[in-house]
T-cell receptor
Framework: GENVEQHPSTLSVQEGDSAVIKCTYS??????FPWYKQELGKRPQLIID?????GEKKDQRIAVTLNKTAKHFSLHITETQPEDSAVYFC???????????FGTGTRLLVSP | KAGVTQTPRYLIKTRGQQVTLSCSPI?????VSWYQQTPGQGLQFLFE???????NKGNFPGRFSGRQFSNSRSEMNVSTLELGDSALYLC????????????FGPGTRLTVT
């Protein structure tokens, strides 16, 4: 089945810096890669996703890149703000079981 | 459209009791997945239901069970509660099995004393 690894587990940046979170997956047939943001005490919220027919997708300060050959995808946040502080989860589809498999999460702390 | 709802939001139980949690998906969504999240931990997959059938199951003991009704609402049950079952239980709905975009409910925080 699908295995998703996520790094780093914690990331501290200064406000205004960029942050990058990386994930690798094992199922070469996987075709959908979402990212979720979970603020303290709240539900995970889908913030951006990418499908395997594109290599990059942007939405204002966040972007996701996908390298199918290497089987990894990354979340990029530019001009970070304190409100970006949260736990971020990546995920990929397990095409055999037809379910999402989540990474272990990255705790991002943006200091003012 | 209304989002995913879960009831109750908070629950306190004692060891040995059982508990039932409820999840109402977004209208039109037929798949409901359940996750357990403990402090500092990721999302541990419990099971997924699609059209009233359990399609996938995670590595949890048989004390954890669930079901889905014809209106796609889902319940999960935990019997013989243990202290380690204290967690945030999240459900997520999607259009169909393996359809990608999942939307989470606010969760039920279960405390076992």
């Amino acid at each position: 089945g699908e295995n998703v690894e996520q790094h780093p587990s914690t990331l501290s940046v200064q406000e205004g810096d960029s942050a990058v979170i990386k994930c690798t997956y094992s199922d070469s047939a996987s075709n959908y890669f979402p990212w979720y943001k979970q603020e303290l005490g709240k539900r995970p919220q889908l913030i951006i996703d990418i499908r395997s027919n594109v290599g990059e997708k942007k939405d204002q300060r966040i972007a996701v890149t996908l390298n199918k050959t290497a089987k990894h995808f990354s979340l990029h946040i530019t001009e970070t703000q304190p409100e970006d502080s949260a736990v971020y989860f990546c995920a990929a589809i397990d095409t055999g079981f037809q379910k999402l498999v989540f990474g272990t999460g990255t705790r991002l702390l943006v200091s003012p | 459209k209304a989002g995913v709802t879960q009831t109750p939001r908070y629950l306190i139980k004692t060891r040995g009791q059982q508990v039932t949690l409820s999840c109402s998906p977004i209208s039109g969504h037929r798949s409901v997945s359940w996750y357990q999240q403990t402090p500092g931990q990721g999302l541990q997959f419990l099971f997924e239901y699609f059209s009233e059938t359990q399609r996938n199951k995670g590595n949890f003991p048989g004390r954890f069970s669930g079901r889905q009704f014809s209106n796609s609402r889902s319940e999960m049950n935990v019997s013989t509660l243990e202290l380690g079952d204290s967690a945030l239980y999240l459900c997520a709905s999607s259009l169909g099995q393996g359809q990608g975009e999942q939307y989470f409910g606010p969760g039920t925080r279960l405390t076992v004393t």
